[in-house]
């Protein structure tokens, strides 16, 4: 079935550090990608998607790329804040499949 | 902002009882979900649920689970029989369309379940 697979974490950084997580995707069809935050003591936010190849999501300075022959939408931002840390989800839908997501990566920002 | 709202935040049951979790979708989603994530692990998919009947399911969603929308606002998800291992945090979310044309969930705030 569609999967993600994501960066291992935990990822920790000092403030203004470049991030980025690794994802990776398995999709029979052409998924739509997405990037969802869970801050402490929340539930999961969208923070971008990208819904063909190509596409770039961004939002609060972070951004993906839909890459299709890596089968990848890795998250990047150029300087992370200590209000960034939270745990990060890589998450695919399908026309075959109800949102599946990848096992997380916590990123911790130390000042 | 319109949100997805959970009862309750957290509860605390002996192994063996039955639970009920409660969501209240968004007014005009369609599409209903459960998700569970125990503590430190991945996000998991239990089930989806649109029109009234269950639209997937994952293994996860055995015959201890039942979900129900008893009524045009809320979203029920019942554990029958609790077990240790369902010891989790549960995702309540919907969602307008399915599939990867919008795909966005709205997520709640989750109800924590801790079974003693």
């Known amino acids: ?111 | 902002e319109p949100e997805v709202t959970q009862t309750p935040s957290h509860q605390v049951t002996q192994m063996g009882q039955e639970v009920i979790l409660r969501c209240v979708p968004i007014s005009n989603h369609l599409y209903f979900y459960w998700y569970r994530q125990i503590l430190g692990q991945k996000v998991e998919f239990l089930v989806s649920f649109y029109n009234n009947e269950i639209s997937e399911k994952s293994e996860i969603f055995d015959d201890q689970f039942s979900v129900e929308r008893p009524d045009g606002s809320n979203f029920t998800l019942k554990i029958r029989s609790t077990k240790l291992e369902d010891s989790a945090m549960y995702f309540c979310a919907s969602s307008i369309n399915r599939g990867p044309i919008t795909g966005e969930l709205f997520f709640g705030e989750g109800s924590r379940l801790t079974v003693l």
């Open chain 1, 1 to 111: 079935g569609d999967s993600v697979t994501q960066m291992e974490g935990p990822v920790t950084l000092s403030e203004e550090a470049f991030l980025t997580i690794n994802c990776t995707y398995t999709a029979t069809g052409y998924p739509s990608l997405f990037w969802y935050v869970q801050y402490p003591g929340e539930g999961l936010q969208l923070l971008l998607k990208a819904t063909k190849a190509d596409d770039k999501g961004s939002n609060k300075g972070f951004e993906a790329t839909y890459r299709k022959e890596t089968t990848s939408f890795h998250l990047e931002k150029g300087s992370v804040q200590v209000s960034d840390s939270a745990v990060y989800f890589c998450a695919l839908s399908s026309n075959n499949n109800d949102m599946r997501f990848g096992a997380g990566t916590r990123l911790t920002v130390k000042p």
